[in-house]
């Protein structure tokens, strides 16, 4: 069984940043890929970014290149997603998931393990 706690979500002004973390425990951390999800009132979840075991590849939506930057530190079992430059339109529920296998996926039907999600607000 797999642990993920995200915190660091709330509210802030457009052009504003936030820095989410996700505190993993239960398994060995360094062997899987990581992922940070969102989803918005009546859209689906979406992959915002993602990472592999050894923090070497990453994949982001288009929507949030060269705004959002996944980044882990396996010694403290911790993935982290830096957000700047926000939006109102990435006003959504940010879910930090573990994926069944080492690399940066995008599915997520990839992914085992999902966090309780933490609420990130953008006003205009």
């Known amino acids: 069984q797999v642990q993920l706690v995200e915190s660091g979500g709330g509210l802030v002004q457009a052009g504003g940043s936030l820095r989410l973390s996700c505190a993993a425990s239960?398994?060995?951390?360094?062997?899987?890929?990581m992922g940070w999800f969102r989803q918005a009132p009546g859209k689906e979840r979406e992959c915002v970014a993602a990472i592999s075991w050894s923090g070497g590849m990453t994949s982001y939506a288009d929507s949030v290149k060269c705004r959002f930057t996944i980044s882990r530190d396996n010694a403290k079992n911790t993935v982290y997603l830096q957000m700047n430059s926000l939006k109102p339109e990435d006003t959504a529920v940010y879910y930090c998931a573990a994926a069944s296998g080492r690399y940066h996926y995008v599915s997520p039907s990839l992914y085992t393990y999902w966090g309780q999600g933490t609420q990130v607000t953008v006003s205009s």
């Open positions: 239960g398994r060995t951390f360094s062997n899987y890929g």
